[in-house]
């Protein structure tokens, strides 16, 4: 059994083919993926679940992923997981914004779907997992 395999990544997204690409592409490389419609549906999966990294889209509509990453890194059992913004924002200075509000890393949409498991990767080997 592969490192990768024992690895959970809660994914936040509103769209649902957004979800249904990277369930796939998550999936075939092996991690678990949990994923939340919107930002109350991950409020409380995230009550239950120690995920070892953390998909964030930015733009839904119940709550922005700045606001959702703000709340997350308050729980302590999430202060350590790094939280990657996976966005449409692409604008200048969108991606300082976006770390600004604390997410750990910044991926812009649309995906590049053979390099996103090795930018996950990335962020989970410098998280030390």
């Given amino acids: 059994m592969s490192d990768k395999q024992t690895r959970t990544i809660l994914y936040v997204e509103d769209n649902p083919e957004n979800r249904l690409l990277v369930r796939r592409i998550l999936q075939a490389e092996g991690y678990q993926v949990i994923e939340a419609e919107h930002a109350h549906q991950a409020l409380k999966i995230i009550e239950g679940l120690h995920p070892d990294l953390v998909l964030m889209d930015i733009n839904m509509?119940?709550?922005?992923?700045?606001?959702?990453?703000?709340?997350?890194?308050?729980?302590?059992?999430?202060?350590?997981?790094?939280?990657?913004?996976?966005?449409?924002n692409v604008m200048r200075g969108d991606k300082e914004r976006t770390l600004d509000a604390g997410c750990d890393g910044y991926i812009q949409k649309p995906i590049d779907v053979d390099a996103l498991p090795l930018q996950l990767a990335a962020y989970l080997k410098h998280n030390g997992q």
């Fill in 61 to 88: 509509p119940d709550m922005d992923g700045f606001t959702l990453t703000a709340k997350f890194k308050e729980m302590p059992h999430l202060k350590d997981v790094p939280i990657v913004a996976l966005t449409a």
